[in-house]
């Protein structure tokens, strides 16, 4: 009985040892031998794996490869009462500018996503806070292939990113004080666009420079949204070359991701001095558009164009955002037309357009100047404000206007060579708010004040005018009144002539007859 109770306990002492030693050599091998760079642990993508620190100065390191270019993303287990912190490294044991740590009153996990470029990297998993000392940790890494992220570390100029025109990056400022590098190549003269996106309640700061590194511009900052992801876009124009986009984080706009890409328009841009007067205008044809960029509140575009025929001219001025600037048309003479006219008949001869900031509206958002037109003679022929300056016109022919202010007047003139029933007529598709006509004489007297609509009206032989104007509610304010474009013609029908305006033309001609009739 001695004997039996002697060996069931040297038996239960060696099942002790035995597992004692068990735990101590798994303990071992799990965390000796993979606290260095030289002796990392290497991990595969899309595994969870488990660690643990034997104490507060243990370190474990992993190994991995990038065989792609892509975005990393790591994950690490949240504990409570308990956090560690990950660094990563570079091939060369060269440590990244950052790190991150674990949530010690957090669940789920701390992650963090990272653009890096096809290579072999570590990462380094350390106490950060709380007795981390043989408790359990779990670390994941992903990868996503791609040569659309972000390449850190791209925190200098020389070791900026190269991204290519038309392309939509990704990235991730890592911390606060990271700064993210970007090289531009632009092909040839023209105007680059910057467009950044931004989460809702982030904000970055950006800015330009040339090959050498100099600024081109100042730190502008990206539109902030409180409830979405908003877009910046910013307009330059270059030479060709090379220059450099820097972006930095604002407040709590690290970590989170933001993209950017490089539009370019290729085309000869007037600088901002070389167009900014009526005498330096740039020089444009009609029926083409051109694209331009508004440097500064205070920046103007003058624009040159000649009509070689008369007709009708409509301006147009298109930004992909918001309307940015408004537009001022001038005669030959640099006299203004009185309204920021649109659509306007015009006779032949050299036009400017003005281009100028909204103003408080001003963003740097480049602009397309379209200027259409159909020549043609039966438009009127602005200014014709004024009886001197009326747009002759025929009878029974069908003529275009457009009213194009509360106060505006358009003045016709036409002849009838003999007496005639006249009444004025109005095309179908004119508003129904037409405008009011008064006929005039030559001198601009009043010589009937009723509707031209109704009924036929007699006139002598003679030159009359025509004025249209605003219904009369709109003649004390613009407020109400919006462009009015009107067809019209003026029918006239000539008078049957009377017996003593009827002359007969008698002429004396040689007979075809003998004057004698032959005898027989």
Same mark, same amino acid.
């Given at each position: 009985?001695?004997?039996?109770?002697?060996?069931?306990?040297?038996?239960?002492?060696?099942?002790?040892?035995?597992?004692?030693?068990?735990?101590?050599?798994?303990?071992?091998?799990?965390?000796?031998?993979?606290?260095?760079?030289?002796?990392?642990?290497?991990?595969?993508?899309?595994?969870?794996?488990?660690?643990?620190?034997?104490?507060?100065?243990? *370190?474990?390191?992993?190994?991995?490869?990038?065989?792609?270019?892509?975005?990393?993303?790591?994950?690490?287990?949240?504990?409570?009462?308990?956090?560690?912190?990950?660094?990563?490294?570079?091939?060369?044991?060269?440590?990244?500018?950052?790190?991150?740590?674990?949530?010690?009153?957090?669940?789920?996990?701390?992650?963090?996503?990272?653009?890096?470029?096809?290579?072999?990297?570590?990462?380094?998993?350390?106490?950060?806070?709380?007795?981390?000392?043989?408790?359990?940790?779990?670390?994941?890494?992903?990868?996503?292939?791609?040569?659309?992220?972000?390449?850190?570390?791209?925190?200098?100029?020389?070791?900026?990113?190269?991204?290519?025109?038309?392309?939509?990056?990704?990235?991730?400022?890592?911390?606060?004080?990271?700064?993210?590098?970007?090289?531009?190549?632009?092909?040839?003269?023209?105007? *680059?666009?910057?467009?950044?996106?931004?989460?809702?309640?982030?904000?970055?700061?950006?800015?330009?420079?040339?090959?050498?590194?100099?600024?081109?511009?100042?730190?502008?900052?990206?539109?902030?949204?409180?409830?979405?992801?908003?877009?910046?876009?910013?307009?330059?124009?270059?030479?060709?070359?090379?220059?450099?986009?820097?972006?930095?984080?604002?407040?709590?706009?690290?970590?989170?991701?933001?993209?950017?890409?490089?539009?370019?328009?290729?085309?000869?841009?007037?600088?901002?001095?070389?167009?900014?007067?009526?005498?330096?205008?740039?020089?444009?044809?009609?029926?083409?558009?051109?694209?331009?960029?508004?440097?500064?509140?205070?920046?103007?575009?003058?624009?040159?164009?000649?009509?070689?025929?008369?007709?009708?001219?409509?301006?147009?001025?298109?930004?992909?955002?918001?309307?940015?600037?408004?537009?001022?048309?001038?005669?030959?003479?640099?006299?203004?037309?009185?309204?920021?006219?649109?659509?306007?008949?015009?006779?032949?001869?050299?036009?400017?357009?003005?281009?100028?900031?909204?103003?408080?509206?001003?963003?740097?958002?480049?602009?397309?100047?379209?200027?259409?037109?159909?020549?043609?003679?039966?438009?009127?022929?602005?200014?014709?404000?004024?009886?001197?300056?009326?747009?002759?016109?025929?009878?029974?022919?069908?003529?275009?206007?457009?009213?194009?202010?509360?106060?505006?007047?358009?003045?016709?003139?036409?002849?009838?060579?003999?007496?005639?029933?006249?009444?004025?007529?109005?095309?179908?598709?004119?508003?129904?708010?037409?405008?009011?006509?008064?006929?005039?004489?030559?001198?601009?007297?009043?010589?009937?004040?009723?509707?031209?609509?109704?009924?036929?009206?007699?006139?002598?032989?003679?030159?009359?005018?025509?004025?249209?104007?605003?219904?009369?509610?709109?003649?004390?304010?613009?407020?109400?009144?919006?462009?009015?474009?009107?067809?019209?013609?003026?029918?006239?029908?000539?008078?049957?002539?009377?017996?003593?305006?009827?002359?007969?033309?008698?002429?004396?001609?040689?007979?075809?007859?003998?004057?004698?009739?032959?005898?027989?």
């Amino acid at each position: 009985m001695f004997i039996q109770t002697n060996q069931k306990r040297f038996t239960l002492i060696s099942l002790l040892t035995i597992a004692i030693l068990l735990q101590l050599q798994g303990a071992a091998s799990a965390n000796s031998g993979d606290d260095s760079i030289a002796t990392a642990k290497p991990i595969a993508f899309n595994q969870t794996y488990t660690g643990q620190l034997s104490n507060a100065n243990d *370190a474990n390191f992993y190994a991995f490869v990038l065989k792609t270019d892509g975005k990393l993303n790591i994950s690490l287990s949240n504990v409570s009462n308990k956090s560690w912190r990950f660094v990563l490294y570079n091939a060369k044991g060269v440590k990244f500018p950052w790190s991150e740590h674990t949530h010690e009153f957090a669940s789920g996990n701390t992650e963090s996503n990272i653009g890096l470029p096809a290579g072999k990297y570590f990462i380094k998993v350390e106490r950060n806070g709380g007795n981390t000392s043989n408790s359990p940790f779990k670390i994941k890494l992903s990868f996503t292939s791609s040569s659309l992220f972000e390449k850190e570390a791209n925190d200098a100029l020389l070791s900026a990113n190269p991204i290519a025109i038309n392309q939509e990056y990704h990235a991730h400022l890592q911390h606060l004080e990271d700064k993210d590098y970007y090289q531009l190549s632009v092909p040839a003269n023209g105007m *680059a666009s910057i467009v950044i996106s931004s989460k809702a309640n982030c904000s970055y700061l950006f800015q330009l420079y040339d090959s050498d590194g100099n600024a081109l511009t100042r730190q502008e900052r990206t539109r902030l949204s409180e409830k979405a992801t908003s877009y910046t876009t910013y307009n330059l124009k270059l030479s060709a070359g090379t220059y450099y986009v820097s972006i930095v984080a604002l407040q709590s706009s690290a970590k989170n991701e933001y993209t950017l890409q490089a539009k370019f328009q290729k085309g000869d841009f007037p600088d901002d001095d070389q167009n900014s007067t009526l005498a330096t205008a740039a020089s444009v044809d009609v029926n083409k558009a051109y694209t331009n960029m508004l440097q500064h509140n205070s920046d103007v575009d003058f624009f040159a164009f000649t009509l070689p025929h008369s007709g009708k001219l409509n301006l147009f001025i298109l930004s992909s955002g918001d309307p940015i600037a408004q537009f001022q048309l001038y005669d030959r003479n640099g006299k203004p037309f009185q309204n920021a006219l649109s659509h306007i008949g015009l006779p032949a001869g050299d036009y400017y357009v003005r281009i100028s900031p909204f103003e408080g509206n001003f963003n740097r958002t480049a602009y397309s100047l379209q200027i259409q037109f159909q020549p043609g003679d039966h438009y009127e022929q602005e200014s014709n404000d004024s009886v001197l300056t009326s747009t002759h016109l025929l009878t029974n022919s069908l003529y275009e206007g457009a009213l194009q202010h509360g106060g505006d007047h358009d003045y016709y003139q036409f002849t009838l060579p003999s007496s005639a029933y006249v009444n004025l007529e109005l095309a179908k598709e004119t508003a129904a708010q037409h405008p009011q006509a008064h006929l005039l004489d030559i001198d601009g007297h009043s010589i009937h004040d009723g509707d031209l609509m109704k009924g036929k009206l007699r006139l002598e032989a003679g030159t009359y005018v025509l004025d249209f104007s605003p219904q009369s509610k709109y003649l004390e304010t613009d407020f109400l009144f919006s462009e009015n474009n009107y067809k019209f013609k003026i029918n006239a029908t000539s008078l049957p002539l009377t017996p003593d305006q009827v002359q007969l033309e008698f002429k004396q001609s040689r007979s075809i007859w003998p004057t004698k009739l032959p005898t027989s």
